[in-house]
């Protein structure tokens, strides 16, 4: 059993279980909640795809932990003028665990 769900702007495969990094959630660490755009289900009955989401499906997860990921660098550079600047970032995140599929 699958579920497609929605967060973040991103679209993510996730199974009973399963641990995966989304984009920042505003919740407390261990806190429990849904996940609401719920894009397809499969199950042993078949596939059931949502236009856009599927009614009454859910997908229930656990925060484990807010962190930032790798630090990336954006340097850009004008040539024949002397300039170029160095900027850092680092992208901030949430991992989940998926804990039912409803």
Do not use: C, W
Not at 69 to 75: L, P, S, W, Y
Request: charged letters at 30%; glycine letters at 12%.
């Amino acid at each position: 059993m699958y579920a497609v769900i929605k967060t973040g702007g991103k679209q993510y495969q996730v199974k009973e279980g399963d641990i995966l990094k989304v984009e920042k959630l505003d919740l407390e660490q261990g806190a429990k909640f849904d996940f609401e755009e719920v894009l397809l289900v499969s199950n042993e009955g078949g596939v059931k795809v949502g236009s856009p989401v599927v009614d009454g499906a859910k997908v229930s997860a656990e925060v484990l932990e807010h962190g930032r990921g790798k630090k990336i660098v954006v340097f850009k550079y004008k040539p024949k003028k002397g300039s170029s600047s160095r900027q850092g970032h680092r992208q901030p995140y949430t991992r989940v665990r998926i804990n039912s599929i409803g």
